[in-house]
């Protein structure tokens, strides 16, 4: 009932909100809720931490970006295409790595270096404007999924958060969740009992990259540039997986949460701060230690202790 209140309300906040710093701000948030909830899938369920996961945000805003640009292909397809090619490419990036055994800091180390590999080569193609990168043409339509207001890209941004939310909802109630927690919490015990868990880990890291990619194509759409730094760079992956990290792993909530907390949290230090280069890289840093330190739960395990003592006290 609450979920179904939210969605109503998210709905019709255009037409109740008419700034566009503010709808841009609620786009903002449901692009972080959408890849920080295909990090959770892996990360969060799975118990796989990945510092890589801008490998796939970059296949796929590239894979969509080139498609509209030099093939002329509808967004539609394009968004299509790019979720299948950032799920291939997290799929060989997790059989290569849990093929051998890999696993914690190691796992997460390949990872990162995977999407450093695909950043240099996508700086040195000429396919994808190297260097200098590629700026798409706006063709307002809704075949190009393009806008002349916010408002548009704002109901592309919430069909595909509210998409990724009910993915990760019906995977905690499924057969695979279940597997998946088993694995995060003893990977050898749930092998002795019979859980295959090389299917289960690239099942879910397929999915996530697929989430991830179309976030990617997102990207590419709303900005109309891409190059290797944005598309592939360690800063994509730090904020990626800050929003379930700060809302809460493991949650289907979390990254809502989380993401929502950071924009808002990021928001008023650049205004207090003013707008550096870095500066929001150490206000993230900063805020990823303390969160870990002080609430490894995140703010949904700080809600769920004070409904908890909310009860008692009744």
């Not at 805003?61 to 979720?83: E, P, S």
């Not at 976030?215 to 360690?234: I, M």
Request: proline content about 3%; hydrophobic content about 55%; some cysteine.
């Amino acid at each position: 009932m609450l979920a179904a209140a939210g969605l109503a309300a998210a709905v019709l906040l255009p037409w109740v909100i008419h700034s566009q710093f503010w709808i841009g701000m609620c786009i903002a948030i449901l692009l972080s809720t959408l890849m920080g909830t295909a990090w959770n899938i892996l990360g969060g369920y799975g118990g796989q931490f990945s510092f890589g996961h801008a490998a796939f945000f970059g296949t796929g805003a590239y894979a969509a970006g080139i498609l509209q640009m030099k093939y002329g292909l509808d967004a539609w397809t394009a968004y299509a295409a790019a979720a299948a090619a950032a799920a291939g490419v997290a799929a060989f990036i997790g059989y290569v790595s849990f093929r051998y055994g890999l696993r914690g800091s190691y796992f997460a180390l390949v990872t990162l270096a995977f999407a450093e590999v695909l950043r240099i080569l996508a700086n040195a193609a000429d396919f994808t404007g190297g260097g200098v990168g590629l700026y798409l043409p706006l063709h307002v339509g809704l075949s190009r999924l393009q806008f002349d207001s916010k408002a548009g890209y704002y109901y592309v941004a919430l069909a595909l958060a509210a998409a990724a939310l009910l993915s990760a909802r019906a995977l905690e109630r499924s057969r695979l969740g279940a597997w998946l927690a088993a694995i995060r919490e003893n990977e050898d015990a749930a092998r002795a009992l019979g859980v295959d868990t090389l299917s289960c880990k690239l099942r879910a890291i397929a999915l996530s990259g697929a989430l991830t990619g179309l976030g990617g194509a997102f990207y590419a759409n709303y900005y109309l540039y891409l190059d290797p730094g944005l598309a592939f760079g360690p800063g994509v992956s730090v904020q990626i997986l800050l929003a379930p990290i700060v809302g809460g792993i493991g949650t289907v909530c979390g990254p809502l949460l989380g993401a929502a907390a950071l924009q808002f949290a990021g928001e008023a230090a650049r205004r207090a701060m003013g707008d550096a280069p870095g500066l929001s890289m150490i206000f993230y840093g900063v805020l990823l230690v303390a969160m870990v330190k002080f609430l490894p739960d995140g703010l949904a395990g700080l809600l769920q202790r004070a409904r908890g003592a909310r009860r008692a006290h009744a």
